[in-house]
């Protein structure tokens, strides 16, 4: 049973290190700060408002009260008493449960807000939102004491950080974080066509050092417009004169050639076989 305690204290303390940045926003008093790094910017009238300061006391001591707990099981593990693992167990479970009634009840509290300029529509999404806001959050920022990897993630677009410039001393700058874990699978599953999707890769731009960011100019020498664009790709067609673009990207202007003579290509929709046909119904129409 000595093994298992080595686990739970791991657990433990793994638990009480993931909570850290959640405690340390609500502990420092910086609840509003914490729910605009979640997405959702309020007033400053907010802080005294009696029920949303209630139930985010409670959860940060629902918070608090789960590594004791943990530790505390560990230390009844490593004793083997039956009782005290029973007893610690179903403590630790109850805790686990109070934790997500806390959070849903700092929910409810951002529900019955009366914020000029913010729909009530919006404060009930970002509260049936904020438990996978919450796990985004804490999961990029135990990730960023890891070297790397969060810079990883973004760049496969399994996690997204973004700079919000502050307004004044009541809306301070602040970084919103955020995972997609779909991402994640997709790029797993598929890491060509994944970054095709996101930078191009393997394109024709792409291979000319052209990125997403940039800002088309010119094309052939003449202002750019989707009519001449096209117009440069289809002259192309077969031959092996490249397309010339004059691009911006960032304050720096330059001309790429394009080798790229494939002609137009349009999307089509084909049929997935053994899939009803729900398009046919959407167009046909009515009488």
């Known amino acids: 049973m000595a093994g298992e305690r080595g686990t739970l204290e791991v657990l433990a303390t793994s638990v009480a290190g993931l909570l850290q940045p959640l405690e340390e926003r ?30 985010v006391r409670t959860a940060l001591q629902r918070l608090r009260d789960l590594p004791t707990l943990l530790a505390q099981l560990a230390a009844a593990i490593e004793a083997e008493n039956t009782g005290q693992i029973l007893s610690k167990g179903l403590e630790v479970a109850n805790a686990v449960k109070s934790v997500i009634e806390a959070v849903e009840a700092v929910g409810n509290a951002i529900k019955a807000l009366a914020v000029a300029g913010i729909p009530a529509a919006e404060l009930n999404a970002f509260a049936n939102e904020l438990p996978r806001r919450l796990v985004d959050y804490l999961g990029v920022r135990n990730l960023e004491a890891i070297p790397g990897i969060v810079e990883s993630l973004e760049f496969i677009g399994a996690a997204e950080r973004t700079l919000v410039p502050g307004v004044d001393a009541a809306h301070p700058a602040f970084i919103r974080r955020s995972l997609d874990l779909g991402a994640l699978t997709d790029f797993i599953g598929d890491p060509l066509g994944k970054l095709g999707t996101l930078y191009q890769w393997g394109s024709p731009a792409f291979n000319a050092g052209l990125s997403t960011a940039v800002e088309l100019v010119a094309v052939d020498g003449r202002a750019y417009s989707v009519e001449r664009l096209q117009q440069a790709i289809t002259a192309a067609k077969g031959g092996t004169a490249p397309i010339q673009l004059l691009v911006k990207d960032g304050e720096v202007y330059k001309t790429v050639g394009i080798a790229y003579a494939g002609g137009l290509r349009h999307p089509k929709l084909e049929r997935i076989d053994g899939v009803d046909d729900r398009l046919t119904p959407l167009l046909t129409a009515r009488p």
């Open 26 to 55: 609500l502990a420092a008093g910086e609840l509003r700060l914490l729910i605009a790094e979640l997405g959702l910017q309020l007033p400053a009238s907010v802080e005294a408002n009696a029920n949303l300061a209630n139930a």
